[in-house]
Nanobody, 120 residues
Framework: QVQLVESGGGLVQPGGSLRLSCAASGIINSILIMGWYRQAPGKERELVAD???????SYADSVKGRFTISRDNAKNTVYLQMNSLKPEDTAVYSCNANVNIGTYQFIKFWGQGTQVTVSS
């Protein structure tokens, strides 16, 4: 079984910064992609950023230039550095990982989410 544990959420003022972390643990052969999604009240869940095991990165247009995703493969951990935060960034941020656990399949796992609130 694979578990993803997020940390780093909280309350921050507009223009401030937060750094989210997500650590994967359990029976893991490899992790192809790790990423961050978010869901604001009344909105659909959206991809914020993801990163492959080889370092290929994608960002949502709304966060380009402000957020930076990174990954430590040795620790099975993904980070999201969020700068210049805006009220519209307020959401529950969830980590996901596409994991091979020693079978022929890759399985997508999710963390329980961490709240990010941007408000003065």
């Amino acid at each position: 079984q694979v578990q993803l544990v997020e940390s780093g959420g909280g309350l921050v003022q507009p223009g401030g910064s937060l750094r989210l972390s997500c650590a994967a643990s359990g029976i893991i052969n490899s992790i192809l992609i790790m990423g961050w999604y978010r869901q604001a009240p009344g909105k659909e869940r959206e991809l914020v950023a993801d990163i492959s095991s080889g370092g290929s990165i994608s960002y949502a247009d709304s966060v380009k230039g402000r957020f930076t995703i990174s990954r430590d493969n040795a620790k099975n951990t993904v980070y999201l550095q969020m700068n210049s935060l805006k009220p519209e960034d307020t959401a529950v941020y969830s980590c996901n990982a596409n994991v091979n656990i020693g079978t022929y399949q890759f399985i997508k796992f999710w963390g329980q989410g961490t709240q990010v609130t941007v408000s003065s």
